[in-house]
């Protein structure tokens, strides 16, 4: 069974920094691309970041140049490091995987499995 686990979530001042890790577990093969989403309430659900197995990352305008995606493939884990966060990062963060590659990378009905979540309080 296929089993994805996000930690590092939690409450953190505006202008910190958390990492997001997800664990990917009972796959054979590891997948073409791991992402991050994120679901504030009353909101879709948006892309954050991708990483694909060339090490090509992708990242929301919103986070960019602040957020770092990262993978240990040895430990099967994808991290994702936010910094100078703001209230507007609240939400849930969740991990995704595909196999294929898309262009439409922010399109969550491209991604095989999710994990349950991890929750980020930016407080305002």
């Known amino acids: 069974q296929v089993q994805l686990a996000e930690s590092g979530g939690g409450s953190v001042q505006a202008g910190g920094s958390l990492r997001l890790s997800c664990v990917i577990s009972?796959?054979?093969?590891?997948?073409?691309?791991m992402g991050w989403f994120r679901q504030a309430p009353g909101n879709w659900r948006e892309g954050v970041a991708t990483?694909?197995?060339?090490?090509?990352?992708t990242f929301d305008r919103s986070v960019k140049g602040r957020a770092t995606i990262s993978q240990d493939t040895a430990k099967n884990t994808v991290y994702l490091q936010m910094n100078s966060l703001k209230p507007e990062d609240t939400a849930m963060y969740y991990c995704?995987?595909?196999?294929?590659?898309?262009?439409?990378?922010?399109?969550?009905?491209?991604?095989?499995?999710w994990g349950q979540g991890t929750q980020v309080i930016v407080p305002s």
């Open positions: 990483v694909d197995s060339n090490g090509i990352t």
């Open positions: 009972g796959l054979t093969y590891r997948p073409y691309c």
């Open positions: 995704a995987a595909r196999w294929s590659w898309t262009m439409r990378w922010a399109q969550d009905s491209a991604y095989n499995y």
